[in-house]
């Protein structure tokens, strides 16, 4: 199986392309915030690389959130619109439980984390099970504060892992002084093992109706249903 | 050999509208499915930049699966994709960009980088070809402008509004009045059945170049119906929308009959959502009866739509304009600015 993988859900931009197990060419960069602009010819360029042809490829798997909302829709946009034009298939899987494939030999319990600002943050808890990856906790949009709480049940087996967790490190170790924290090239998403994953994974039957899952209303949303009860609809666009 | 028919898939997400259009040799409209979101943003009384991007991602391919089923053509049909990427918003921007980029790619087809108001204004070849020199009056929610064309492939703003653009006031006017968003197409409504009594400012008229106001206009009206609320005067709705509407569209078409005394086009487009506008269709149209040739893009073409870029995207192919796998969004994109890169 051929096999383009893509995360685009933060400042890193990581992409691979894998035959089966194999990993034929990956990429990431941290430099660039453009991913917009340098995604796609990032993506021809390892595809080249691996001496392949957009219509050779199987199946795309991206990394579909939570992440930067601008960030999150290249890759979305990208795996959706190829596997429509393409025909071929798509996998979705969550841009932290990303993180937390770097960490296949570890018995801890892996808390990815990205700041998402004034003490919030994007997480979720994951556990490495011979079949792969284990939800332990879903991903979440929570206050900082609160999700220190809500660990506390794991009492001090924990692994946090992103770039963001500099940000949050003395607060982590004062409520889990023996947890580990990594923030270095171990918490960058590595698209080789998103594409590995991928391919366990089922694949997306609904493409059309593939979107981020961005875990969080846009204010303007959140203010008019708080003034709004009850009034939500579903039929916000309509095709003249 | 490639036949040398041209057909273009064009994408337009500019806004609030996601729109995928088959286009062939720039002027045959094959298929142009539009989803508008304005219910959506009605809630919010205008649009939402965020609401508005995870829109688009809903819509894209739901939209571009239409558009080439309607037109009965495949992939391998096309010869090339055509593609918005500025001025707009630019979290809008982004998912066409990326889903033209990706069709360009997976089928090895040369992407062709429109700018948004080039598109407004060759929604006029679906009437009838560009005779050039031409000019083109541009008036939209966005944009307020007159465009000089001296050329196909060469596009000069010598006036714009240096505040509001005339839709944007129309719609803030509107909501004065109490009326929903989008209000535009409500003033006109109204303004049908009323008169002129209200004797609004015209602003800049006196004064030489082709630059427009609407602040002044916008201003005088709010202040005027805010005193008639705090005196509890009874103001005619009709009447308000009549005054407002005559001093927009008398500064709208003045300053174009000037810059058409200057330059000589041989045509005269009226392009963007308020060309839709009764009384500015039909302003213009008699003003400048006896200069130039008044070519009015289809009201169906006049708000956002795919199959305008086609057209613009039709007359880059021709001209060999091609943007690079790099292309960006670019939200603040002006003609004078263009910067394309030729192969
Ligand atoms: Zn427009």
Known sequence: ?240 | MKSKTSLILAFETSCDETSVAVIRDGRKVLANEVATQIKSHQRFGGVVPEVASRHHIEQITICLEQALQTAQVDYADLSAVAVTYGPGLVGSLLVGVTAAKTVAWAHHLPLLPVNHIAGHIYAAQFVQPIKFPAMALVVSGGHTELVWMPTENQFEIIGETRDDAVGETYDKVGRTMGLAYPAGPQVDQLAQQGHDTFAFPRAMQDEAGYDFSFSGLKSSFINRVHHAEQVHEQLSQVDLAASFQAAAVDVLVDKTVRALHEYPAQQLILAGGVAANHELRQRLASAVANQVRLVMAPAQFCGDNAAMIGAAGWMLEKHQVRADLDLNANPSLEFERIQLKKH
């Open chain 1, 1 to 240: 199986m051929k096999v383009l993988a893509l995360d685009t859900s933060n400042r890193p931009l990581t992409a691979a392309v894998l035959d089966g197990n194999q990993l034929l060419a990956t990429t990431t960069i941290t430099t660039e915030r453009k991913h917009a602009a340098f995604a796609l010819p990032l993506v021809a360029e390892l595809l080249e690389r691996a001496h392949l042809q957009p219509t050779d490829l199987d199946r795309v798997v991206v990394a579909n959130g939570p992440g930067s909302y601008t960030g999150l829709r290249v890759a979305v946009t990208i795996g959706k619109v190829l596997a429509t034009t393409l025909k071929i298939q798509l996998v979705g899987i969550s841009s932290l439980a990303t993180l937390a494939l770097n960490f296949s030999d570890t018995n801890r319990l892996i808390v990815p984390l990205f700041d998402a600002r004034n003490d919030l943050v994007f997480s979720g808890v994951y556990q490495t099970e011979p079949a792969g990856l284990k939800t332990v906790l879903p991903d979440r949009h929570v206050a900082f504060s609160r999700w220190i709480l809500e660990l506390q049940k794991f009492h001090d087996n924990l692994l946090f892992v992103g770039q963001d967790t500099l940000h949050f490190v003395d607060q982590i170790k004062e409520s889990f002084p023996t947890a580990v924290v990594v923030s270095g090239p171990k918490a960058l998403p590595q698209a080789g093992e998103l594409g590995l994953a991928g391919q366990k994974q089922a694949v997306v039957t609904d493409v059309d109706h593939f979107v981020p899952r961005y875990l969080r209303l846009t204010q303007a949303e959140a203010d008019w249903q708080r003034e709004h009860p009850g009034e939500e609809q579903h039929n916000y666009v309509e095709h003249l």
